[in-house]
């Protein structure tokens, strides 16, 4: 067996002029979003509500979660304007909370852009989320939400 000496992707290696990690990845700061949004018990199906905009390159971590048991539609689906299920959709009835972030799964080191399943980066840089009401709402709700994410 060969002795190896290696090194994580945080680390710039002259030699293969590999300048380190994105800033993001590397160095990104912890930041959180947290928010309310309330629905009438008269919302339509097509409702949105906007919830948070955020940066295309933020990195989202996993304890991004949402309070739905109090949501005033069957079906939770959060994405972006026109990707009513972009980030997540899931029967209120699942659970209380939702974290569409999973620690250490399929999304680790992606962005936001990547995440939504973007083809690219928004050139303004800045992607929206928003709860959709894709039924008719059930009753009054509202939704608590958290969004963690990392960014320089």
């Keep these: ?13 002259p030699a293969t002029l590999y300048s380190g990690a994105d800033p993001e990845i590397a160095r990104g700061r912890p930041i959180v979003s947290a928010g309310r949004v309330t629905n009438a018990a008269s919302d339509s199906a097509g409702s949105s509500y906007h919830l948070v905009d955020l940066p295309a390159d933020a990195l989202l971590d996993a304890l991004t979660c ?11 689906s959060i994405g972006t304007e026109t990707d009513i299920d972009a980030l997540v959709t899931v029967a209120k009835s699942a659970g209380a909370t939702v974290t569409p972030i999973t620690r250490l799964g399929a999304t680790h080191q ?13 050139k ?3 992607i929206s ?14 939704m608590l939400f958290e969004i963690h994410y990392r960014f320089r």
């Design 129 to 142: 989320l928003y709860a959709h009401g894709p039924a008719n709402a059930t009753a009054a709700g509202s």
């Design 1 to 13: 067996m060969a002795i190896v000496k290696g090194q994580s992707d945080l680390i710039s290696d």
């Design 66 to 76: 949402f309070k739905v048991d109090t949501w005033g539609f069957a079906t939770v």
């Design 124 to 126: 303004s840089g800045v």
């Design 110 to 122: 992606k962005r936001l852009w990547e995440i939504l399943g973007l083809a690219a980066a928004p």
